[in-house]
């Protein structure tokens, strides 16, 4: 008695291949792979890479401003250090405005003072959400807990003089006296200048700040970008969340950071203190430079612009 039919009874029929590059129902090994496949492949992982470097490890930046001369010129091109500070997951979906929720990683160390860094700009002093994401440069002058003062354009930091970067600047030898109020300098109606400000301390989490009819507006912006509402009620009663409140507890970390072109940055003495969360970096190296104001299409003229000293260069 036999299993089924035999090859013999039917001598014209034979095994057909399972798929392409199969014999007999097994793999062929030696069979060549698609061009087009290994092509796709390559690309794929290339970019899964690249994102996740970037995401993780290390990202590249323009300077396009002079806000940090003669430290970083218009026209840097920089690599920055994203996993010293503890990376972070991607904030948006890839190409789409869509938000996700954030995981940070653990970090090698928090900003210190003196580093450069790069960060999310957390708003203008009026906003609690920043009209579109857009990373700046400065240095990290105070960290949180720190008194920070400038006297006659000298920054003070907990009463000692704050380091002198190499590449400070100033555009102008005329000193705003104190006492003569800038308008645009933040906290609003403090009577600060940019040349003579302070002193203010960077908050902490965990301190405790008085709120109260005289205070909540340096405060309001500050509390409802830590995600409460605020409101002062006509009686001059404040209200947290709905409930009235004569302090608030500090929830997260904040520093200071300033341009070292003193004279033209628009940094912490404007707009207030920097979260803890917004900081995507420290700025490490500079990879390429030439002269942002000569258009490519002079090609000539452009590659004549490259800064080559300044290629390969720390930033300190």
Not at 7 to 13: K, L
Not at 75 to 84: E, P, R, Y
Not at 265 to 287: H, N, T
Request: hydrophobic fraction near 35%; glycine fraction near 8%.
């Amino acid at each position: 008695m036999t299993n089924g039919p035999t090859e013999r009874e039917f001598p014209h029929r034979k095994e057909t291949a399972v798929g392409a590059g199969e014999t007999g129902g097994r793999l062929d090994e030696s069979a060549p792979r698609s061009p087009i496949r290994d092509y796709v492949d390559t690309i794929l992982i290339t970019i899964l890479v690249a994102f996740f470097l970037k995401t993780f490890v290390v990202e590249a930046f323009r300077i396009p401003t002079g806000s940090m001369e003669d430290t970083l010129l218009a026209g840097d091109f920089i690599l920055v250090n994203k996993f010293i500070y503890g990376a972070r997951t991607p904030k948006f979906i890839p190409f789409t405005d869509v938000m996700l929720p954030q995981v940070t990683f653990p970090s090698l160390r928090k900003p210190e003072r003196g580093d450069v860094i790069v960060f999310e700009f957390p708003g203008e002093p009026d906003e609690v959400q920043p009209r579109s994401v857009v990373n700046y440069v400065k240095r990290c002058v105070a960290v949180p807990g720190d008194t920070v003062e400038v006297v006659d354009k000298v920054v003070f930091v907990n009463g000692g003089r704050f380091p002198r970067p190499d590449g400070i600047r100033f555009e102008s030898l005329e000193v705003h006296p104190k006492g003569k109020a800038n308008d645009k300098i933040f906290p609003p109606h403090a009577g600060f200048n940019e040349d003579n400000y302070g002193p203010v301390v960077v908050p902490r989490r965990g301190d405790v700040v008085e709120v109260s009819a005289s205070t909540i507006k340096e405060w309001r912006t500050f509390i409802r970008r830590e995600g409460h509402a605020v409101e002062l009620r006509r009686g001059g009663d404040v209200l947290i969340d709905g409930r009235p409140s004569e302090s608030y507890v500090v929830e997260r970390n904040y520093y200071f950071v300033m341009g070292d072109n003193r004279d033209n940055s628009l940094d912490s003495r404007y707009w207030g203190f920097l979260p803890e969360d917004k900081i995507q970096g420290q700025a490490s190296i500079v990879y390429w430079s030439w002269d942002q104001g000569i258009a490519l299409a002079s090609v000539v003229d452009k590659i004549e612009s490259v800064r080559w000293e300044r290629i390969g260069s720390l930033i300190q």
